[in-house]
């Protein structure tokens, strides 16, 4: 299975920290492997308005349904950015 999220404000190295931190290990190409699941990250500085502007980081993640439901809740919760 294979989904695509995108999150704003935060870095492709903040977001291999999270999965590190989710069990995953980065290899020499800059994906993140875990036990039954692949990361790839890629990044691009998107437009807010006239005057402000993001990163905008792309995960997309490879793995079984079961293993990916609780990944990617769990990443999502850490890579949320609100407002204040």
């Known amino acids: 299975m294979r989904r695509e999220k995108s999150f704003r404000g935060i870095n492709e190295n903040l977001a291999r920290t999270y999965l590190e931190n989710l069990g995953g290990e980065t290899r020499e190409d800059g994906d ?3 036990d039954g699941w692949r990361a790839s990250l890629s990044s691009e500085t998107v437009s807010i308005g006239p005057t ?3 990163t905008e980081v792309t995960v997309v993640f ?3 349904e079961e293993t990916l439901d609780s990944l ?3 990443f999502s919760q850490k890579a949320m950015r609100a407002g204040g």
């Open 72 to 74: 990617v809740e769990r």
């Open 32 to 34: 993140v492997t875990g």
């Open 62 to 64: 490879e793995g079984d």
């Open 52 to 54: 402000v502007e993001l």
